[in-house]
């Protein structure tokens, strides 16, 4: 049990330390980052608040909530490998579902939209939305209401979602719409910020493996058409040599 408790715990820093760029060391984590301590807090007083220990569990979310400036309600229910980068002014409401993996940035609301206009037929009922695994929000972001925002989705900054979104959708602006969907192959590969410009050199990388193969391709019938048996391995190099001057040449 206690084990289960501190991998858990060393599990919450190793994801802050993959996670953010500048995350140096676990000491660091341990010592400076809000989202560590607002999560740890948050498990402790998710616990008492299952126990029916509510006001204490609400003491101990306000206490977190004074140290780190990110307010998470005791029933909400958040996942493994959790991260809130900067932290300050994220708000998570008490019905909001958080699968594993999840990276939210400052300013995020996790926020309620009420199904019915009377307040007292609103306790337990869900309100607040369900971000599945590998979702990322950026900065400043709204969602609200009860929706799901699926598997791998991106939320861009400052946008207002107030619609579900699909699985690996990228979804931006007020409402926010999607604009495009995971690129890249590994969709449970975390990018920071959510941007995938290291996608954008996966293109080029396919269109050079392409050449190379032609590049080899032609080689080989060079060598053929000068009586050579000799085959290329496929790796090419690049600076043209007298044989593929001759084969840029029509020779
Ligand atoms: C939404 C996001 C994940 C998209 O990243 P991406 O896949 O690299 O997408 P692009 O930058 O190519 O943008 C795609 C389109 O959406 C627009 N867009 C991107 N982010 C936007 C945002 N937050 N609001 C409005 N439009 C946005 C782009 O202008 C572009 O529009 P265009 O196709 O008309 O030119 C990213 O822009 C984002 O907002 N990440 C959060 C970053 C953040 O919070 N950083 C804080 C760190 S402290």
Known sequence: MF????GRIQEDVDAIRARDPAARSRAEVILFYPSFHATLVHRVAHR???RQWRLVARGLSQLGRFLTGIEIHPGAQIGRRFFIDHGMGVVIGETAEIGDDVTLYHGVT?????PSVDSAAQIGVKRHPTLANGVIVGAGAQILGPILVAEGARVGANSVV???VPPGATVVGIPAGVVGEVRHDRPETFVPYGTVRDQVIDPLLRQIEALNVRVAEL?????A????TAETDGRVDLLPTASSRAVGAGL
């Open 3 to 6: 084990q289960r408790i501190v």
């Open 48 to 50: 008492l608040w299952l």
């Open 110 to 114: 996790l926020g309620g939209l009420l």
């Open 162 to 164: 107030v619609r579900p």
């Open 219 to 223: 080689g080989n019938r060079l060598a």
């Open 225 to 228: 058409l000068e009586g050579g």
